[in-house]
């Protein structure tokens, strides 16, 4: 089992463009967090029907974010 | 020796007693965030966006970080490397804190884009990239306290940066008994505070509105 645990991971493939050199795993980890935040932005935001009236912009109380004193 | 002639003067009026230090305490984390704000069941329209979820995905993640984390010190080394349910345990810590980072990564570039620091908001912004920095030293020492051949690959590269910039005598990335309490004590307290006090913050100064919502200050 030891020897399982430190046997050496195999190789991985890198991407080199320019002076970017980025392991192939590492490249589809960022372009899904982009895809994920694209669609963040585009997606609609499910809203129940039974939610009550929404608070005013700013704060729920109708501040707007400046501290109180 | 005569006799004076100035007016008798008033019994004193007692003074009120200053308040103890429990009292100013209360009043203090009585009015850092306003009544009914700590956790408010309503939030403005602009708030229902995909976008806003990112901030508390990055808290349950973080959650699941500590708890897999504490569960790894009750094992230790040996049971996350020769266990299945270790490796199991150790696997949830991984993918936990890949997700953490991956998250918080994404609210980042949602409050940057939205200009988060605006209305009061400068130290809600500057708390948010400290932790965001805590949580890269954290992550960076919990890749060498893994006692395997990654670990002592990643220290021996790191050793030279940290040598360069003149902090190694510090941060010695080959003791793996400094850089795992630095793991699971240093660091999280430190992280952990800061996550607080963002929070707090958070709820203080209210979700940032989006530029073309907000309202100016008078």
């Known amino acids: 089992m030891i020897q399982a645990a430190a046997a050496p991971a195999p190789p991985a493939t890198y991407l080199d463009w320019g002076v970017i050199h980025i392991s192939l795993s590492n490249a589809a980890i960022i372009a899904a967090m982009l895809l994920l935040f694209a669609l963040a932005i585009a997606l609609p935001f499910p809203v129940g029907r039974d939610r009550g009236a929404a608070a005013p912009p700013g704060r729920p109380d109708g501040r707007d974010g400046r501290r109180d004193r | ?218």
Do not use: C
Not at chain 2, 158 to 171: Q, S
């Open chain 2, 1 to 218: 020796m005569t006799a004076s002639t100035r007016p008798p003067v008033p019994p004193a009026t007692p003074r009120p007693e200053p308040p103890s230090w429990t009292a100013r305490l209360r009043d203090r984390i009585a009015h850092t965030v306003p009544p009914g704000q700590a956790l408010p069941d309503r939030q403005p329209e602009y708030v229902a966006s995909w976008v806003y979820v990112f901030g508390v995905a990055t808290l349950a993640a973080l959650a699941v970080v500590l708890v897999s984390g504490a569960a790894l010190t009750v094992g230790g080394e040996t049971w996350w490397h020769t266990s299945s349910p270790g490796r199991f345990v150790n696997s949830v810590h991984l993918w936990s804190v890949e997700l953490f980072m991956a998250v918080m990564v994404i609210h980042l570039w949602g409050k940057f884009w939205m200009a988060a620091w605006r209305g009061g908001r400068t130290m809600t912004w500057v708390t948010g990239v400290l932790a965001f920095l805590g949580s890269i030293g954290t992550a960076f020492t919990g890749y060498l306290s893994q006692t395997n051949l990654d670990a002592q690959w990643i220290s021996t590269q790191a050793k030279d940066g940290l040598n360069a910039v003149g902090i190694g005598a510090y941060v010695n990335v080959l003791d793996p008994g400094q850089m795992l309490l630095w793991h699971v004590v240093l660091l999280p307290l430190v992280l952990g505070v800061l996550v607080v006090v963002h929070v707090v913050l958070v709820r203080r100064h209210g979700v940032v509105p989006p530029i073309d919502v907000e309202r100016p200050v008078r």
